[in-house]
């Protein structure tokens, strides 16, 4: 069965420096998002990513955070400087037009 | 504006008794999708069931079953006697009509649910 795959699974980083977070969605699906999860708290929308653009950000992405889908396969997420409350999971979903959102297994970021 | 609630923060049951999650929406769209996703203590999303606003009929699915009632915006899950494999946070989800693909997804608070032996 086809899947999202995220790496790193799990991140440590020290504040203020660059991450990225990988995701490769399913190969035929079109749009593609980034939501986080701050420990014990709900998921929430970052982002979404359609037709190489970006179609809608909420106000968490600010301008620290950019997205990208370099090479028509990986699906990047990039925060520029971070910072303690960037600690959260971070989870990648792609779906087709007419399907739920799969997820990817998210990356547990850590910011120190 | 879209909203759920899912006012139950945690429930704790004896395996074998059945336990009801409840969600409540709101969206000033008439067509919309209502999900349910399980997240175990390993931590990825699990997809369990995804409705759209017309069709207002119960689903079972073996020990699972969702009510979706438009009259009270509720889309509440059932687990019929609960396992402890069956603990886990339990979100409830809605997404409105895409607009240029962003069919973004709206979560609940998520109600964690411990199945005790």
């Known amino acids: 069965e086809p899947e999202v795959t995220q790496t790193p699974s799990h991140q440590v980083t020290q504040m203020g420096q660059e991450v990225i977070l990988r995701c490769v969605p399913i190969s035929n699906h079109l749009y593609f998002y980034w939501y986080r999860q701050i420990l014990g708290q709900k998921v929430e929308f970052l982002v979404s990513f359609y037709n190489n653009e970006i179609s809608e950000k909420s106000e968490i992405f600010d301008d620290q955070f950019s997205v990208e889908r370099p090479d028509g396969s990986n699906f990047t997420l990039k925060i520029r400087s971070t910072k303690l409350e960037d600690s959260a999971m971070y989870f990648c979903?792609?779906?087709?037009?007419?399907?739920?959102?799969?997820f990817g297994q998210g990356t547990r970021l850590t910011v120190v | 504006a879209q909203k759920v609630t899912q006012a139950q923060t945690e429930i704790s049951v004896v395996e074998k008794e059945d336990v009801t999650l409840d969600c409540v929406y709101e969206t000033r769209d008439t067509t919309y999708y209502l999900f349910w996703y399980k997240q175990p203590p390993s931590g990825e999303l699990v997809f369990l069931i995804r409705r759209n606003s017309f069709d207002e009929q119960n689903e079972i699915s073996g020990r699972y079953s969702w009510n979706f009632q438009k009259s009270t915006s509720s889309f509440n899950f059932t687990i019929t006697a609960s396992q402890v494999v069956d603990s886990a946070v339990y979100f409830c989800?809605?997404?409105?009509?895409?607009?240029?693909?962003?069919?973004?997804?709206?979560f609940g608070q998520g109600t964690r649910l411990t199945i005790n032996p």
């Open positions: 989800a809605l997404s409105e009509t895409p607009r240029r693909g962003a069919q973004k997804l709206v």
């Open positions: 979903a792609s779906l087709s037009g007419n399907t739920e959102a799969f």
